[in-house]
């Protein structure tokens, strides 16, 4: 868990360096951080726990920081729709930077492709009144990285913090 926080701190400091909305990357930034607080965090907490062994008040301390860990990466996910929704600036060189913006380029494409087929297909009723039944919610980047096998995507994966690994080859 600890490892894939890291990960998605570095995709999300990949994303804020070419975000072109100066709001969505310095969000982006302090999510990433946020994350990263509270990866290392959860890290020093399962190292203790480890040492201690099994104890209710160590076991409820170390899903506290998973549950915590957990919503930060959300907000990360969040963050980095807004940034990819705002427009990314080209990557460089960096074969990470350009897999993470392939990932991110595939779930606008997505994102796109939804929002065309809401509006081809009519929701309202005959009386005008929007329906609720059959609506497919929109893709966030979670549901894209959910909704595939890991070892069979076409879409790069996570960001990995091992040396010598391109950003995306983890997945949470």
Same mark, same amino acid.
């Given at each position: 868990m600890v490892s894939n926080g890291q990960v998605v701190v570095k995709f999300g400091n990949i994303l804020a360096k070419h975000c072109l909305d100066q709001?969505?990357?310095?969000? =982006?930034?302090?999510?990433?951080?946020?994350? !990263?607080? *509270?990866?290392?965090? @959860?890290?020093?907490?399962?190292?203790?726990?480890?040492?201690?062994?099994?104890?209710?008040?160590?076991?409820?301390?170390? =899903?506290?920081?998973?549950?915590?860990?957990? !919503?930060? *990466?959300?907000?990360? @996910?969040?963050?980095?729709?807004?940034a990819c929704v705002k427009g990314l600036g080209q990557p460089s060189a960096d074969p990470e930077e350009e897999e993470v913006a392939a990932f991110c380029q595939q779930w606008r494409k997505n994102l796109t492709q939804h929002r065309a087929k809401e509006a081809l297909i009519s929701d309202r009723d005959e009386l005008g009144l929007r329906k609720t039944r059959g609506a497919k919610a929109e893709p966030t980047l979670m549901s894209l990285v959910q909704e595939q096998p890991p070892r069979s995507r076409n879409i790069p994966k996570y960001p990995s913090p091992r040396k010598g690994h391109t950003v995306m080859d983890r997945h949470l």
């Open positions: 709001r969505c990357s310095t969000e =982006l930034l302090r999510a990433a951080e946020h994350t !990263q607080s *509270v990866s290392s965090q @959860l890290g020093i907490v399962a190292r203790v726990k480890a040492v201690t062994g099994e104890s209710k008040a160590s076991s409820e301390l170390l =899903l506290c920081n998973v549950q915590n860990l957990i !919503q930060a *990466v959300q907000h990360v @996910l969040r963050a980095a729709e807004a």
